[in-house]
């Protein structure tokens, strides 16, 4: 326990050095997260396209084409995957990178804080052991970026008249209590799932740190 209370004091004293890594680590993390959430997803899309081309034919766009609605010019073909792909690669890598960077700016310094150790460190930068998670900084983070996709998705269904025809898109009031595919939706919908996805990541925060104090033991 005295080396645990050695070791959070001596974190406390970040110098601008290590504050310096400490940013840039989180700009690099940042971009290597949305670079392979991008790539990951653009893959999937590309294969899953071709996939349904190759086993439902002339029927295949009737569930995958569902996608154009938030993928502007895409269609179930070959052409249609790269579209596809580039617009996912587009949308799950900024929201990767996103993510990642506001929970890093949300805990800011507070890094130190959540270093499970056995034994001290005076650079908690360049050597860190277990990280533990802050659920209200992830909570705050992973929120945001949910709530003002549904916000910004359902705006642009809205901009581009086709918020009526959007019945797939309505039935999300199924599970977001008041959402409704117009401005005014979208901005309930949006912070219902921002409150939504704030309590699950201070459950999951929660869970994840117990089993690693335990493991750690």
Same mark, same amino acid.
């Given at each position: 326990?005295?080396?645990?209370?050695?070791?959070?004091?001596?974190?406390?004293?970040?110098?601008?050095?290590?504050?310096?890594?400490?940013? +840039? +680590?989180?700009?690099?993390?940042?971009?290597?997260?949305?670079?392979?959430?991008?790539?990951?997803?653009?893959?999937?899309?590309?294969?899953? %396209?071709?996939? $349904?081309?190759?086993?439902?034919?002339?029927?295949?766009?009737?569930?995958?084409?569902?996608?154009?609605?938030?993928?502007?010019?895409?269609?179930? %073909?070959?052409?249609?995957?790269?579209?596809?792909?580039?617009?996912?690669?587009?949308?799950?890598?900024?929201?990767?990178?996103?993510?990642?960077?506001?929970?890093?700016?949300?805990?800011?310094?507070?890094?130190?804080?959540?270093?499970? $150790?056995?034994?001290?460190?005076?650079?908690? #930068?360049?050597?860190?052991?277990?990280?533990?998670?802050?659920?209200?900084?992830?909570?705050?983070?992973?929120?945001?970026? +949910?709530?003002?996709?549904?916000?910004?998705? %359902?705006?642009?269904?809205?901009?581009?008249? %086709?918020?009526?025809?959007?019945?797939?898109?309505?039935?999300?009031?199924?599970?977001?209590?008041?959402?409704?595919?117009?401005?005014?939706?979208?901005?309930?919908?949006?912070?219902?799932?921002? #409150?939504?996805?704030?309590?699950?990541?201070?459950?999951?925060? +929660?869970?994840?740190?117990?089993?690693?104090?335990?493991?750690?033991?």
């Amino acid at each position: 326990m005295g080396n645990y209370q050695q070791m959070q004091s001596a974190n406390h004293k970040l110098n601008p050095v290590n504050l310096k890594l400490l940013r +840039a +680590a989180i700009r690099f993390n940042s971009l290597m997260l949305g670079l392979t959430g991008g790539t990951l997803s653009a893959i999937v899309i590309y294969f899953a %396209t071709h996939m $349904s081309i190759a086993k439902w034919g002339a029927d295949s766009g009737n569930y995958l084409g569902l996608l154009a609605v938030f993928f502007p010019g895409y269609s179930v %073909t070959a052409s249609g995957a790269w579209v596809g792909a580039f617009w996912a690669f587009v949308y799950v890598g900024l929201i990767s990178s996103l993510s990642y960077r506001l929970y890093g700016r949300v805990l800011g310094t507070r890094i130190a804080d959540i270093l499970l $150790s056995t034994q001290p460190s005076d650079n908690p #930068v360049l050597k860190p052991t277990i990280l533990r998670l802050h659920g209200v900084s992830l909570g705050l983070a992973v929120g945001a970026v +949910a709530g003002l996709g549904l916000f910004c998705s %359902t705006a642009w269904l809205v901009i581009r008249g %086709t918020a009526a025809e959007s019945v797939h898109a309505a039935l999300l009031a199924n599970y977001i209590p008041g959402y409704t595919v117009s401005i005014f939706g979208g901005l309930v919908g949006g912070l219902e799932l921002f #409150v939504f996805v704030f309590v699950a990541s201070l459950l999951l925060a +929660a869970v994840y740190n117990k089993i690693v104090e335990v493991r750690h033991k």
